[in-house]
């Protein structure tokens, strides 16, 4: 069964595929696609997996930096979103978007998942992941309602 990790793993995969496009296209449709795909995944790490490893002291200051990451990243998304691709700056933001976006990611799979390894088991990794997978099909069908 999979893990929490194994699908942040993959969505993050996605996501930084999406920004080399978005970059090389200068395309603010490819945008929308990335800020589709992880404003989800940032919610969803905030609501199930950081209360989680937060708990754990050998986690805490690995989780306090996720969430100051989540807090830059979600400014820059809202900037990018109100911005035309066609402005001065938009390609610049979406280079640091796409720069912090990795950073995170490396610091994520590199010492949070790690630290996470070693103080929740399989089987609770296992059920957070299922409780993801459910809060992004729930918040995907709000979403889906909200745009009719």
Not at 18 to 32: N, Q, R, Y
Not at 35 to 54: A, N, R, S, T, W
Not at 77 to 90: P, T, Y
């Amino acid at each position: 069964m999979e893990t929490i990790y194994d699908i942040l793993t993959k969505e993050h995969d996605q996501i930084l595929d999406l920004f080399e496009k978005a970059i090389s296209e200068g395309s603010k449709e490819t945008f929308l696609k990335i800020k589709d795909e992880l404003d989800p995944h940032l919610q969803g790490e905030e609501k199930l997996l950081y209360p989680v490893l937060k708990e754990k002291e050998k986690a805490r200051e690995s989780v306090l930096e996720g969430y100051e990451e989540h807090c830059i990243a979600e400014m820059l998304l809202l900037k990018l979103e109100s911005m035309d691709e066609k402005e001065e700056r938009w390609h610049a933001k979406i280079k640091v978007l796409k720069e912090i976006i990795e950073s995170h990611v490396e610091d994520e799979q590199n010492e949070m998942f790690e630290i996470s390894r070693t103080v929740l088991s399989q089987e609770k990794a296992e059920e957070i992941a299922q409780k993801y997978i459910e809060f992004k099909k729930k918040l995907k069908g709000k979403e889906h309602r909200s745009k009719l």
